[in-house]
């Protein structure tokens, strides 16, 4: 069986260490540990681990967060891959820095990254893992927060939370969404 994790980010050099690009932080942690590399392919860098006998696809879709949509269901129609073995990984400001949910299906809650999915496959069924980066900014500022850097004091304790999430994957692509989410959301 095959996965796909659609790691959520923006693509270029000022967007490395952006809170809105947690998704791509995630994957590209999963891509060192394992030692492999991302290659560019269509609407995406594409990179694949093997995990207790399943391959798991990950995508840093290159199309920009407001229109990851269209990378997303390029790789699942490409791969074969149903909704319910896809994991979409992204930044979430209604919750506190570094709280982890996963969740079946949801709104997009105003994020565009999810809002692009939701309008390319047609519906909100699909699981989402809510990386938590906190709401630390003034009224009217939510865009320049999300596309902002993580402060250093966060950035040092990034590392245990990106470790949580990738071992909610592993378990999301061994154990399924139900199990995982009475595993680990708080």
Known sequence: ????????????????????????????????????????????????????????????PTTYMNLSGKAVRYWMQNLKIPIENTLTIVDDIALPFGSLRLRKKGSSAGHNGLKDIEDKLGHNQYPRLKFGVGNDFPKGMQAEYVLSNFYKEEQ???????????????????????????????
Do not use: W
């Open 1 to 60: 069986m095959n996965y796909l994790i659609v790691g959520l980010g923006n693509i270029g050099e000022k967007y490395v260490l952006t809170r809105h690009n947690i998704g791509f932080i995630v994957v590209e942690s999963i891509a060192l540990e394992k030692k492999i590399d991302f290659i560019q392919d269509r609407h995406a860098y594409v990179s694949m681990v093997k995990n207790k006998g399943k391959k798991i696809y990950m995508i840093k």
């Open 156 to 186: 040092k304790e990034l590392p245990q939370y990106i470790k949580k999430a990738i071992s909610m994957i592993y378990s999301f692509a061994s154990v399924g969404v139900d199990k995982t989410m009475s595993l680990y959301n708080d």
